[in-house]
């Protein structure tokens, strides 16, 4: 599901946020095209790590509050996914 958003047009980056009551975390995959590393941002944000344009984090927060502290995250890389968007 989470390569979905990365078929429409001008979108560069997206992710899925998994809920796993079981484990009392929330799984997300990230995935990315062109020159964003998505690698980096789960490891710098979100405890996790993959590849450059298919990478995997994870939360400890409740799904909102993950869903939040990822949105507020997000304006800090708008130059370079604006460019990388560009460049696609």
């Known amino acids: 599901f989470v390569n979905y958003g990365l078929s429409i047009d ?3 980056f997206a992710v899925i946020f998994i809920e796993d009551a079981s484990q ?4 997300m995959s990230l995935r990315s095209k062109g020159n964003f ?3 980096q941002f789960a490891r710098k944000h979100f405890n996790g790590g993959g590849h450059d344009n298919a990478a995997g984090g994870k939360s ?6 993950t869903v939040q502290t ?3 995250i997000l304006p ?3 130059l ?4 990388n968007e560009a460049a696609i």
Do not use: C, Q
């Not at 400890?60 to 509050?65: K, V």
């Not at 370079?80 to 460019?83: A, V």
């Open 24 to 27: 009392g975390i929330i799984k």
């Open 37 to 39: 590393s998505v690698n």
């Open 60 to 65: 400890h927060e409740t799904l909102e509050a």
């Open 70 to 72: 990822f949105l507020s």
């Open 80 to 83: 370079d996914l604006t460019k």
């Open 76 to 78: 800090l890389y708008k």
């Open 10 to 12: 001008k979108i560069v």
